[in-house]
């Protein structure tokens, strides 16, 4: 059995659990490297607190298992969904009956493995355990560290490219675009850790917003919310930039954002609460009267996902340990005018938090990355 799939049985005896379920994710991969594309297929991998395991999959995706450091029991289907049932009762075979305790991903699982699940094991309970499965992934080892410190090296050097190119008279959608075709050029894989946020004006007050038709003018803000993807580990960073002369205000919020990102960045270590690190950042912005402009978390963890464990908000009680990663992206928006968030990837080191990411930091004028 490999060490992953020792730390995941060690995980399901201390949760008093007989077995999780897991369907095509992060998790999965991260525990198999397999990797299978969530379709109209199902997939699902039953791993036992005895160390067994058993896989339902498709007979098209067989050919992924050569090669595993660890044997499986296999149970493959065709493409005649009457028959799937049946296949999921022959994989699952000697557990039915049985008042067994099985752990999920609430967020991950789907309806349709779900379905097929509990139809084979009628009498089992099916229990969230979300929050001890995240402990297996949520301290990075080194190879990890490494790569995701590439993936932030990928992601700077594209937009680095990205902003030589950028003009006044450009669209949201074309600076995007744009950013996509250096992050590939840079050396990302295909799959980007989610669609680039690039937002100008009164768009960078949407911290989620969609690239649009929006036109970069002068004296506007541009916000780019965007990462790499490196051997299946991710970055995000968020950067913010002047087109030219803008408001006085806005210089202001600039430094006020800059400052914050510093304060979190510089004063956390291990055995923080992660709340703390929420708190570092809110209260410089607080502090200048903008407390009610700044309305989500400062950070969240990354990894494999964009979104993982731990969460950076302030009634979080988690302690910070060694290997940990998340973002630091404190922000200021004014609804309807603009806003301005910096974005950096750090890990929790025995000395404090290291910066995957350091592109400047300072608000800057577009014109000053021109070639």
């Known amino acids: 059995m490999n060490s992953r799939l020792s730390r995941l049985v060690k995980i399901i005896q201390e949760n008093n659990l007989d077995a999780v379920a897991l369907n095509p994710g992060q998790t999965l991969t991260w525990l198999t490297g397999l990797q299978f594309h969530l379709m109209e297929r199902p997939v699902l991998g039953l791993f036992a607190a005895d ?11 067989r050919a992924k298992l050569q090669g595993l450091n660890f044997e499986p029991v296999v149970a493959g289907y065709g493409d005649d969904p009457s028959k799937w049932d049946e296949v999921f ?11 067994l305790k099985i752990g999920v991903e609430p967020a991950r699982l789907r309806v349709l493995e779900l379905g097929f699940l509990q139809r084979a094991l009628p009498q089992a309970a099916v229990v969230d ?17 490494a790569q995701m410190r590439q993936a932030a090296v990928i992601a700077q050097n594209a ?16 600076i995007a675009g744009e950013l996509m075709v250096q992050l590939f050029r840079a050396g990302s894989d295909a799959e980007l850790p989610f669609a680039p946020i690039v937002a100008i004006g009164e768009n960078s007050a949407n911290p989620h917003a ?8 002068e004296g506007d803000i541009l916000l780019i919310d965007y990462g790499a993807s490196f ?9 913010s930039f002047f087109c030219g002369e803008v408001e006085e205000e806005f210089k202001t919020i600039a430094e006020l954002v800059h400052d914050a990102n510093q304060a979190a960045r510089l004063g956390g270590k291990p055995g923080m609460r992660a709340g703390e690190i929420d708190d570092l950042a809110r209260n410089v912005i607080a502090a200048a009267g903008y407390g009610e402009a700044f309305f989500h978390r400062v950070g969240h963890g990354l990894g494999m996902e964009t979104h993982e464990e731990p969460y950076m908000f302030a009634a979080n009680p988690l ?4 290997g940990m990663v998340f973002t630091i992206e404190p922000g200021i928006y004014l609804t309807g005018r603009g806003g301005i968030r910096i974005e950096d990837d750090v890990v ?12 400047p930091r300072r608000v800057l004028p577009i014109s000053m990355f021109k070639g």
């Not at 160390?51 to 098209?60: A, D, T």
């Not at 009762?89 to 008042?99: C, I, N, P, Q, S």
């Not at 355990?129 to 560290?145: G, H, N, P, T, V």
């Not at 969609?210 to 003018?217: E, I, K, M, S, T």
């Open 51 to 61: 160390g067994s395991v058993r896989l339902v999959l498709p007979n098209l995706e």
């Open 89 to 99: 009762m022959e994989g699952f075979a000697g557990l039915d009956g049985k008042e």
């Open 129 to 145: 355990a979300s929050k001890a499965l995240a402990k297996l992934r949520i301290c990075k080892d080194e190879q990890e560290i």
């Open 159 to 174: 937009l680095l490219e990205t902003l030589k190119t950028i003009e006044a008279g450009q669209t949201e959608k074309q």
């Open 210 to 217: 969609a690239p649009g038709d929006r036109v970069l003018r």
């Open 231 to 239: 051997e299946g580990y991710y970055s995000d960073i968020t950067r």
């Open 319 to 322: 302690l910070l340990e060694e």
């Open 348 to 359: 929790v080191t025995k000395d404090g938090l290291l910066s995957l990411t350091d592109l």
